[in-house]
């Protein structure tokens, strides 16, 4: 298939999905949403591929949602609409259901919509250049594509509070440190992470593997859709997201 938005690479085992609007910092689309979730379950359907890398063009992983993307549409209460929701919750569930290892490959900045994104991933290594974090309060925006469900369970409610209410970004050896990824490595060693974590999971059993994610994610979702749920279903009035956003209407 071709894409526009992405690169899709085959090779060892491993399929490489690379977000590629290095322009935008990847900042994410519908097109590319739509996009990631087509490659995702065309690796999970192939029987070469073992595990499947999730990472980004030039100097970002990908920079959150492209406000530019929604054009003139107005944003009520904080919501970014069903124009990016919706693809993004299948994205992150097909993440989350495909019986294979993914692995998101965080090369550098990683905010917002796409840290929501790899909370979905099996494994997440880091860039130290990596700068991570929760920018919806920034822009009066609300989470709605499982922020408020999976963050707490990933660093703990303190944390999560602390990195939505401030809106600051983190390192990611502080990330390491609270646990929101596996490990951060220099730059330049980021590919031998990934290779040497690859090399780890292809010797086992990939049938256990399976088994493994099927029932890790049950078990999580068992409270986790429940959390889900609150925060899809949930109304809030948010009257001052078009102010903060005007810049990006220039």
């Known amino acids: 298939m071709t894409y526009e938005t992405i690169i899709y690479r085959k090779a060892s085992g491993m399929a490489t999905i690379t977000m590629n609007r290095p322009q935008a910092m990847n900042a994410i689309t519908p097109d590319m949403l739509g996009e990631l979730k087509t490659a995702v379950l065309e690796a999970g359907q192939d029987q070469d591929v073992k595990i499947i ?21 107005k944003l009520i209460n904080g919501k ?10 299948e994205l992150i569930q097909a993440i989350c259901s495909v019986p294979k290892v993914v692995i998101a490959l965080v090369n550098g900045f990683c905010f917002t919509g796409a840290l929501e994104i790899i909370l979905g ?13 929760d920018t919806h309060a920034k822009w009066s925006l609300r989470p709605t594509w499982g922020m408020s469900a999976r963050l707490p369970r990933r660093v703990g409610f303190l944390k999560a509070k602390e990195l939505s209410f401030t809106a600051e970004s983190i390192s990611a050896r502080e990330a390491e440190r609270i646990g929101l990824v596996n490990m951060a490595v220099p730059a330049d060693g980021l590919l031998t992470a990934l290779e040497t974590m690859a090399k780890k999971i292809l010797s ?47």
């Open 53 to 73: 890398v999730l990472t980004g063009a030039g100097k970002a992983f990908c920079a959150g949602v492209d406000l530019k993307s929604l054009g003139n549409r």
């Open 80 to 89: 970014v609409g069903d124009i990016l929701d919706i693809p993004a919750r």
């Open 121 to 133: 991933c099996d494994i997440v290594i880091a860039s130290e250049d990596a700068k991570i974090g």
């Open 204 to 250: 086992n059993s990939e049938q256990s593997i399976v088994a493994y994610k099927h029932l890790y994610n049950t078990n999580v979702s068992l409270t986790l859709e429940k959390s889900l749920e609150l925060e899809f279903g949930s109304e809030f009035v948010i009257s001052d997201t078009e102010e903060r956003l005007a810049q990006f209407r220039k």
